[in-house]
């Protein structure tokens, strides 16, 4: 990760183009891995800018990183509109510049406020990250025509490692969470199993009536079905239950 002198630096798109494609996946997170995002862009830039990232899930936007304050309100506010050049970019899959706010005719609310903010001009490069979630890297200049042709270029093609980046990380968290969740359920059958099979014992019945035993036990006690499981093959729960097979 950057150090704090570091982000102070101005950067060789060459080496952030670098720094991205380092990224360790299994020990970084998700909201890591998009403040090293932000923080590249600002220094790979040669504009004076702030930069955030938006993701959008469906049509809630939000803001999961950014390099200053004036970042995140003017992300917040489009997600209030329901409009902005950092909402079209992700939803659209696209490249949205507003080389001037003073002569920009689109979203005429938001552009109010950029402007009053200080905005003179503005950047969205859209961030495909998954089929349900997609995103945009957002640039903002105090400066009109900030971004010229070579700053669109550097900045799409910084936008594109950025995108593999996360996506990356993105997949492997999701892929990692759900190989947790299947080892929590196949534990969880397994002490299941464990526990019919005591009961199964120790009153003679069939496999389908201990789990009606252990089905009973969980909505008397108000505790999970695995729990009470558990703590009967640990000898903590008493198995016979009014109503119960061999009760």
């Known amino acids: 990760m950057l150090n704090t002198d570091d982000r102070l630096r101005p950067l060789d798109p060459s080496e ?60 917040e506010r489009q997600y209030e509109l329901g409009a902005g050049p950092c909402l079209d970019a992700a939803s659209a899959g696209a490249l949205v510049s507003i080389p001037d706010l003073r002569s920009e005719s689109r979203w005429p609310v938001y552009v109010e406020a950029a402007r009053a903010a200080g905005v003179r001009s503005s950047l969205s490069i859209a961030l495909p990250v998954q089929r349900q979630l997609t995103g945009a890297l957002n640039l903002y200049s105090e400066q009109p025509g900030a971004f010229d042709d070579d700053s669109v270029e550097l900045a799409t093609t910084f936008a594109g490692y950025a995108a593999v980046a996360i996506a990356n990380t993105h997949l492997y968290q999701s892929t990692a969470a759900l190989a947790q969740q299947m080892q929590q359920a196949m534990e969880s059958r397994a002490v299941i199993e464990q526990a019919k099979g005591v009961i199964m014992r120790d009153r003679h019945c069939t496999a389908a009536e201990a789990f009606d035993v252990l089905v009973r036990l969980s909505q008397q006690s108000h505790r999970k079905l695995r729990d009470v499981a558990s703590a009967l093959v640990e000898g903590v729960a008493d198995p016979r239950t009014p109503g119960s097979p061999g009760a």
């Open 16 to 75: 952030a183009f670098a720094q991205l494609g380092l990224i360790v996946l299994d020990e970084e997170s998700l909201e890591s891995v998009l403040g090293v995002v932000v923080d590249l862009a600002k220094r790979v830039l040669p504009a004076q800018i702030e930069a955030s990232v938006t993701l959008l899930r469906g049509d809630e936007g939000t803001t999961a990183a950014f390099t200053g304050q004036l970042a995140m309100d003017l992300d």
